[in-house]
């Protein structure tokens, strides 16, 4: 099932049938990432977490490279027909050890 959510992100990507929020925006503009940036990501776009009871519907964390190889993760809605991202960020310590695997203490997850 993640599989087929994966290949629709990249699907929606590729289409530019994106919806990027405030603050998914505001992010990207403290991260330094462009709309490019965003784009490629979300292209090979792999999801790491889902979130199916999120306040915003259904979601899920995905982890996507730039064209430069700069890893980004995304969180963005899984229901509907528009992609919606709500956060980019890129993963750094403390929080994230690497792109895929969390830091800090277990009662911080």
């Known amino acids: 099932m ?4 994966s290949q629709r992100i990249q699907a929606q990507a590729r289409s530019e049938s994106v919806r990027i929020t405030l603050h998914a925006h505001q992010r990207m503009l403290e991260e330094d990432v462009s709309l490019a940036d965003l784009l490629e990501a979300l292209e090979g776009a792999q999801i790491i ?45 403390p929080k994230w050890v690497t792109p895929t695997e969390r830091g800090g203490r277990p009662d911080e997850v």
Do not use: F, N
Request: aromatic fraction near 4%; charged fraction near 20%; glycine fraction near 4%.
């Open 49 to 93: 977490e889902s979130y199916p009871e999120h306040r915003r519907g259904p979601c899920c964390l995905v982890l996507g490279q730039t064209a430069e190889h700069r890893p980004l993760h995304i969180v963005c809605t899984t229901s509907h027909p528009v992609l919606i991202v709500i956060t980019v960020y890129e993963p750094r310590p």
């Open 2 to 5: 993640l599989d087929d959510e």
